[in-house]
């Protein structure tokens, strides 16, 4: 049997730029509701035309812990699920 055949493919690391543009901006929005939520525990009122106070934050903070978890979730299941791999017998 070949050795080369039972490594998984590189073909999954190929989804893990566009998830991470998502993660980012998914983050980014989590963490600007985390500012709402904080916001309104502490009683202030948002300047006119922005979200939360403090957003900035909130919002860097959250972009990239999206930024970095959710590629990293998705490359890390599917190098368990060995769905990447070049020659599987799924049939």
Known sequence: MDPAADRPSRMRYLIAPWFAIVGY????????????????????APPEGFPACD????LRVGSAVGLVLLPSAIVWQLWRSGVA????NRG
């Open 25 to 44: 901006l998914a983050g980014g929005m989590i963490g600007v509701f985390v500012a709402k939520v904080v916001g309104g525990f502490r009683g202030c």
């Open 55 to 58: 957003f900035e934050r909130y």
């Open 85 to 88: 791999r070049p020659n599987s």
